[in-house]
């Protein structure tokens, strides 16, 4: 039974006006709709920038597109052409380089969507009788820092991090003046039309609403963009379940501030935001888990390992002060979920240990003894022997106490009244169950690298086991997107079946079938794709989505969802297109949609790219490569990972060779495979600055190409059934592969 209309609105405590309803049919996205709206977006961006009328370069008016998702190619071509087309009127205009102006354009075009003041963004959708409905509630409230900066642009002393914003003296003169209007309404709201108020409420939050919730983009700026709390509530018969809120945000770090001071003092205030914006009546630890694939190399990491050292450096300074004062400490922790390869560069180490001890000893813990009281003493006595010690002896008889303890609540759920005596004995429930399956990943290891994604199942674990958590990565978007559809479906898994039990990472594929169908529901509905086109319009879809699934998750997408996967990443790119023209590759013959599309399309064709195949000819042409892909595949690694992994492992600079590689398969072939592959992942680790070297090279020696090509290749639309996927990677051949275009 689908939630009554009225439901949102009484739970979150707003008015109709403020809610706002996803309303595309499942499993599809309407790419026609959403480059229109990007078209759209560019012009509304040009005319934002106010260029001087009597010398402005006219533009026209966005383009015709055609109206189906059957052309989503060539509407995309039309819409960067149309975008070509204002940059080069701008830099006429303003006469400044192509460069500037594109970029200029760009900015502007985020002013102009931060402008929209946010609503409570919410889905929901009804399959199998069961019902499940998500919502996006935008936070507004500032802390007096953070409200005290922004009153700094008002006067002649400007703050450091607005004397160099990328759209110049306009963008400062639009900052300006948002920040007046945002203290007129607050200074109105508190009653003191002639002071700041900063530390009253009512002052707070009315500055915080007419400012608005800062785009994705906005990294140079205090406070924390893209910042909301997630709720998942699920409807099975006429029983209603509330999963625990979470909150997301991009970044606390200003990626976007190159002084590392200014940086590290921004990020405090961001983390001080979040702090805020967390209830803890319980005074438990605080929890930031970041999503990065610290590889550390330019664009290739894509500053993540540069936000995880300011995070991890201004984290370490707060906890100082707050332990000295008496606060809760703040625990941060980084789960690298993209690509498989980057997945295997996820910092291990005592830091990573030190985290997990401390979610499980600080906040696990103290949250057990709470919530089962005595009946709980002999699984925190167990838990307590399994930190101290992580022998197979005390991991079993903690696991043996917490089934035992799950059977014991399963039983009482059965009899226990509806209302809060069964919220009580399912919050128990969900606790213990949560506190295992954390247990058991730590202490099997799974490889990072693995097919399901085993980062992505502790991430969303520490979250069920955390009440003061945050999930970010850079835009708080495309990754964290992805853990909280992960974190969803597991809950879901628990509050509407039978044994309520979560999905574990461990399950068998049959066991894991229901989890996957609540998965690929989640992503259909499209939630988190539309909550990423909050920050650039049109743009309803997320980044390097395939990366992140699981085999069999993206080939249930395909059977139930076709063309899904290739319409997200049509559209999830738009939001950042460096100028260029866009010519028909050489040899080439047109495609069949270019051929359909050329009675509505000016004589345009799609940008020539060079071909490539991975792995390298050098590598695949060597004898001993194929033993040690075979080695590593029995070990459960996806052949076309393992050639990456190779790789990676045999490069000079890492100091080890085929020879020593194949010895050390070898030495643990007797073994469980899980082992071996956690043996060469030690090697990893152990090597992990060389091969960071071995990044370097490959992106400034002429390798940059081969490698993204690869990275391409495995976000590259996954076959439909008709149409399996191959299983190998492919041969190099004289003739270019049009897959790889």
């Avoid at 709201?189 to 983009?217: H, M, R, V, W």
Wanted: hydrophobic content about 35%; overall charge neutral; proline content about 7%.
């Amino acid at each position: 039974m689908p939630f009554e209309p009225h439901f949102l609105k009484t739970e979150l405590d707003v008015t109709d006006e403020a809610l706002s309803p996803h309303l595309d049919e499942e499993g599809k996205i309407n790419t026609y709709s959403s480059i229109s709206r990007r078209a759209e977006a560019w012009e509304a961006a040009y005319r934002f920038i106010k260029p001087d009328q009597e010398t402005a370069v006219p533009i026209s008016k966005p383009p015709l597109l055609t109206p189906d998702n059957e052309h989503t190619q060539a509407n995309l071509r039309q819409e960067r052409n149309y975008k070509n087309q204002i940059v080069e009127a701008l830099a006429q205009t303003t006469r400044q380089p192509v460069t500037a102006a594109n970029r200029a354009l760009e900015e502007a075009e985020y002013l102009n969507s931060w402008a929209e003041k946010r609503k409570v963004d919410y889905t929901q959708y009804t399959a199998q009788n069961k019902t499940t409905l998500l919502a996006e509630q935008p936070i507004y409230k500032l802390t007096p820092e953070l409200i005290q900066d922004y009153l700094a642009l008002l006067s002649d002393n400007k703050p450091v991090w607005a004397q160099k914003l990328p759209g110049g003296a306009w963008e400062l003169e639009h900052l300006i003046q948002k920040v007046r209007d945002a203290q007129q309404a607050a200074r109105e709201a508190s009653g003191n039309t002639a002071g700041d108020q900063i530390n009253n409420p009512t002052y707070q939050k009315a500055f915080a609403e007419k400012l608005g919730t800062l785009s994705c983009t906005r990294r140079q700026l205090p406070g924390l963009s893209n910042f909301s709390k997630h709720y998942a509530y699920y409807e099975k018969g006429d029983t209603a379940y509330k999963a625990p809120p979470v909150l997301r945000a991009s970044t606390p770090v200003p990626i976007h501030v190159k002084n590392k001071a200014l940086r590290d003092e921004i990020t405090r205030k961001n983390i001080e935001q979040f702090i805020a914006n967390s209830e803890n009546p319980d005074k438990l630890p605080y929890l930031i888990t970041s999503l990065m694939a610290p590889i550390g190399v330019g664009a290739l990491g894509n500053n993540d390992k540069m936000i995880m050292d300011s995070i991890q450096r201004v984290v370490k300074k707060m906890n100082v002060e707050r332990t000295s004062q008496g606060q809760p400490k703040i625990i941060y922790v980084n789960h690298a979920i993209n690509h498989p390869v980057l997945r295997t560069f996820s910092r291990g180490g005592d830091q990573a240990k030190k985290a997990s001890q401390d979610i499980l000893r600080l906040t696990a813990r103290t949250r057990l003894q709470k919530t089962l009281g005595e009946s709980g003493n002999n699984l925190v006595a167990h838990l307590d022997r399994w930190l101290q010690k992580g022998s197979e002896k005390n991991y079993t008889g903690f696991i043996n106490e917490a089934e035992t303890l799950m059977r014991s609540l399963n039983e009482k759920l059965t009899s226990a009244k509806p209302g809060e005596e069964k919220n009580k004995v399912l919050e128990q429930l969900l606790l213990v169950n949560a506190v295992k399956d954390y247990v058991q990943l730590l202490q099997h290891k799974p490889f990072a690298g693995a097919n399901k994604n085993p980062n992505l199942f502790l991430a969303a674990l520490e979250q069920i086991i955390s009440p003061n958590c945050i999930g970010v990565c850079i835009s708080g978007k495309d990754r964290t997107g992805c853990l909280l559809i992960q974190r969803d479906s597991m809950l879901e898994a628990f509050y509407t079946n039978p044994e309520h039990r979560l999905a574990n990472y461990f399950d068998p594929p049959e066991q894991r079938a229901t989890f996957v169908s609540s998965f690929t529901r989640n992503l259909a509905s499209n939630h988190q794709g539309n909550n990423a086109a909050l920050n650039a319009p049109g743009c309803n879809g997320q980044k390097n989505l395939t990366h992140m699934l699981a085999r069999d998750q993206r080939e249930k997408m395909n059977t139930d969802y076709p063309g899904y996967l290739k319409s997200n990443k049509a559209v999830a790119g738009m939001n950042r297109q460096a100028h260029g023209r866009y010519k028909q590759p050489k040899d080439t013959k047109p495609s069949a949609e270019q051929q359909s599309a050329s009675d509505v399309l000016p004589d345009q064709a799609p940008p020539e790219q060079e071909q490539h195949h991975f792995p390298p000819p050098e590598l695949e042409a060597s004898p001993e490569l194929q033993a040690h892909v075979t080695a590593l595949t029995k070990a459960g690694i996806k052949q076309e990972e393992a050639v990456a992994l190779i790789s990676e492992l045999t490069d000079k600079k890492t100091g080890l060779s085929y020879e020593q590689l194949d010895t050390e398969i070898q030495e643990k072939k007797t073994e469980s495979p899980d082992k071996a592959v956690n043996e060469i992942y030690k090697d990893i680790s152990a090597n992990l600055d060389r091969i960071r070297g071995k990044y370097i090279a490959i992106a400034y020696a002429g390798g940059k190409e081969r490698l993204a090509a690869y990275h391409a290749d495995a976000n590259a639309d996954v076959a439909t059934p008709s149409e399996p996927a191959a299983s190998t990677p492919p041969r190099p051949t004289s003739t270019p592969n049009p897959r790889r275009l």
